[in-house]
């Protein structure tokens, strides 16, 4: 087995591989963890892009192994439909990829009513930071980010 450590945003995951894969059966895993679509994937390894049909064992791969993903960004005024979950009340905001997380707070403060400063915002488990742009946390359309709203004690 090959563990496979994928960088190139705020969201790490790694994935477990059998060396008798394709670099396309790992990229399929990528799109099951981040949802990016395995046309917008490029992964690449000491500088050089990995091709969908190379096997894992071809690349003599072992233990742990860091990648780097890089994704095709969408068309710049292309917006995506990105669902806000918190209980009681979800909902969707149009965003770009682009677009900065502050963006997306204000856009969350003008449809919920909460100040920026009483809520955080997450995506598949890391907290979002807003000089950041949407695509860092592999943002896509019908992508859900989690809102938090911070009590604080009287």
Known sequence: MVYFTIAGGEIVPEIEMSSSET??????????????????QNLWYNNRMLRDHELIADHGFRGNVRLMLNVTPLSPDYKLHVMVK???????VRVRETDKVRHLRGKVERCWGVPPRRFTLSRLNVEMKDNFP??????NEASEVELKIIIEPR
């Open 134 to 139: 949407l695509s860092a946390y592999y943002i």
């Open 23 to 40: 670099i396309l059966d790992l990229k399929e895993k990528i799109r099951k963890e981040l949802e990016v679509e395995v046309d917008r």
């Open 86 to 92: 918190h209980p009681g009340s979800d909902g969707f």
